[in-house]
């Protein structure tokens, strides 16, 4: 008997633009309340500071309107489940367009305004199927913005983890999105059926070459929070440390994924 296709996760539009936007708005309103001081701290992210990582917040949303400044292409040529693993390539080029946009902007919540009013006004005028040319290939503009959405939730961890007692809430949509793209880029990095990877209470997907189980209890199976999850699927956690520390419990032989780890750098 052939193996049953998998299934292409798809994301509804409205709530995905509704998640990217809440999530933003969260963001801008705690940039509001930062102190030069706090702006000056040093990140997770290498020789980022809290400014750098704000800027670059800002420029991962008006990456949508980047590409919507280009033609459309003919036709989609990734699907968004691949394009965590575009991210790396595009890595100092990144850097640099960020320093000079911390430079450029020295009222971050101003520049953050003008993102988010300019962010709304594309989304009421572009329909979530209009095709986008991006780093990773071509994607519609509903898909796109699911990776918006991750860019949100994983940098409102870092500015969280930089600034203590800062606590940026985290949209419960925006959240799903990110934990739901991260284990489906697992699952297209090593497709199999004989690991279960559960991060309740918003994916379960299956990986690694090997036996694919079909009924009962998995013989090996991975389950985490969805924080930590995508703080391992980033590079932020190491897999070693969050067995360590209790934050993923992992049974069965062939459910050590570190290796596989991280899926997005």
């Known amino acids: 008997m052939p193996t049953a296709k998998k299934r292409t996760r798809t994301y509804d539009p409205v709530k995905t633009r509704t998640a990217v936007l809440a999530q933003f708005t969260s963001v801008r309103d705690a940039v509001r309340t930062l102190t030069p001081e ?16 704000i800027a670059h917040i800002g420029m991962a949303v008006t990456a949508v309107e980047r590409a919507l400044e280009r ?45 988010d009013r300019n962010l709304r006004a594309l989304l009421d005028e572009h329909p979530g199927g209009r095709l986008l040319e ?33 606590q940026v ?5 925006a959240l799903a999105a990110t934990t739901r793209l991260l284990a489906d880029a697992l699952a297209v990095k090593a497709p199999g059926g004989s690991t279960e990877v559960r991060v309740p209470p918003y994916a379960v997907v299956q990986c690694v070459e090997g036996p694919r189980h079909t009924r009962g209890t998995p013989p090996n199976v991975v389950e985490t929070d969805p924080l930590t999850w995508i703080r391992l699927a980033t590079g932020r956690t190491v897999w070693a440390d969050a067995l360590a520390a209790a934050k993923v419990s992992a049974s069965g032989e062939r ?3 570190g290796g596989l780890l991280p899926v997005m750098a």
């Not at 992210?45 to 750098?52: Q, S």
């Not at 575009?86 to 993102?115: C, E, K, M, N, W």
């Open 169 to 173: 809430p985290y949209d419960r949509q």
């Open 38 to 53: 706090q702006l000056a701290l040093p990140t997770r992210l290498g020789a980022w500071t809290v400014r750098d990582l």
């Open 134 to 166: 991006t780093g990773a290939g071509a994607l519609p503009l509903g898909d796109y913005l699911v990776t918006r959405a991750l860019e949100l939730v994983v940098h409102t961890d870092d500015l969280n983890a930089a600034v203590p007692g800062l």
């Open 71 to 115: 033609p459309a292409p003919p036709r989609q040529t990734v699907t968004v489940a691949e394009w965590p693993f575009s991210t790396g390539s595009h890595a100092a080029a990144i850097a640099d367009f960020t320093r000079d946009l911390a430079t450029a902007h020295p009222d971050l919540g101003a520049y953050l305004d003008d993102v």
């Open 255 to 257: 459910a050590d994924i």
